[in-house]
């Protein structure tokens, strides 16, 4: 008889490790083009354990942004929040879709070095991207051609790679240049560097971080898209309701020394972010058209060949 305890607990153990209340989570990589603000409700989401709710173990890997599609369309990465170069390949017929968004304004300011003070010294001068066809490329084209400059003449565009190595080119002289987010384009005008306009003033219209996906996801399993983007949804949630959370984030993973400066960029971001991660048909047209404008295509694109919100939607509900 007393041996009978034992056994009763070896069994139990036994139970309890093939219980369906203890199941592994998915592992699903998320690409990003640079670590910005638009990446932080993502790590809210993950810290909170708002994905593992989901049965999501959720790695975030720096690619810039069309390398970044790249990976995606390959299989190296499940989603990335490469949101302009999804919205690109998606009109050049790439089977990609943008199913959340996190701004539904480009966070970037265009940052010169100290002795560029207008967009006519820029001719003859390089200006720096981060790659070919991303956001960056296409809002750094638009500004130029709005202030008069030729992106194909006037300036040389060079591909640079990632935010710091576009800052480090911007500091050495390497460009002159080149359209920032903050905190790096705050930083920079304290050390004497010029901000020539703000994007969201050229182009109102147009993503900044999300999650793009490609249609093979969509099909093969909806159900990951569906618990990716609720669990994001809480971390955006999250990330809106709590301001002093989401500060002490933002300095930690952007590794900032100030706090009053991740206070100023989260109150700044608290006027770009998407409505639920979504948008309407007129923001949808509009993003559509510019990034159509930027490759050259005419022909009438409609909203479901780009977007899904319909992920969002069913979460919401």
């Not at 638009?142 to 565009?157: H, T």
């Not at 608290?270 to 509009?286: H, I, P, V, Y």
Request: charged share 20%.
């Amino acid at each position: 008889m007393r041996y009978k305890p034992l056994a009763f607990v070896m069994c139990s153990f036994l139970f309890l490790g093939a219980s369906p209340g203890w199941p592994q989570l998915k592992k699903i990589r998320l690409s990003a083009p640079t670590l910005a603000i638009t990446e932080v409700p993502f790590k809210i989401a993950k810290a909170k354990g708002f994905y593992r709710e989901e049965g999501l173990d959720v790695e975030v890997i720096l690619i810039r942004g069309a390398v970044g599609v790249t990976a995606l369309i390959g299989g190296s990465v499940d989603y990335t929040t490469a949101s302009g170069a999804i919205i690109a390949g998606a009109i050049r017929g790439i089977g990609l879709k943008l199913v959340l968004l996190i701004s539904a304004k480009p966070a970037f300011d265009f940052v010169s070095g100290a002795q560029i003070r207008s967009f006519n010294q820029l001719k003859g001068k390089a200006v720096g991207i981060s790659s070919r066809g991303g956001s960056v490329d296409l809002l750094t084209r638009l500004m130029l051609e709005r202030n008069g400059l030729n992106p194909d003449k006037d300036v040389a565009l060079l591909v640079i790679g990632r935010a710091e190595e576009l800052i480090i080119a911007l500091k050495t002289g390497r460009i002159a240049a080149a359209i920032l987010s903050p905190p790096r384009n705050l930083l920079l005008y304290r050390e004497g560097l010029n901000n020539l306009g703000y994007a969201g003033d050229y182009m109102p219209t147009h993503p900044t971080g999300g999650i793009g996906v490609t249609d093979e996801k969509l099909k093969r399993n909806p159900a990951e898209v569906a618990a990716f983007v609720r669990g994001t949804l809480k971390g955006l949630r999250y990330y809106r309701q709590n301001r002093s959370e989401s500060i002490q984030m933002i300095t930690k993973e952007l590794e900032l020394n100030d706090s009053s400066l991740a206070a100023q960029m989260f109150d700044w971001h608290g006027t770009q972010l998407a409505e639920n991660g979504s948008a309407d048909q007129a923001w949808m047209k509009g993003a559509i058209e510019f990034t159509k404008k930027s490759l050259g295509v005419s022909k009438e694109i409609p909203a479901e060949q780009v977007f899904d919100f319909t992920f969002i939607e069913k979460a919401l509900r």
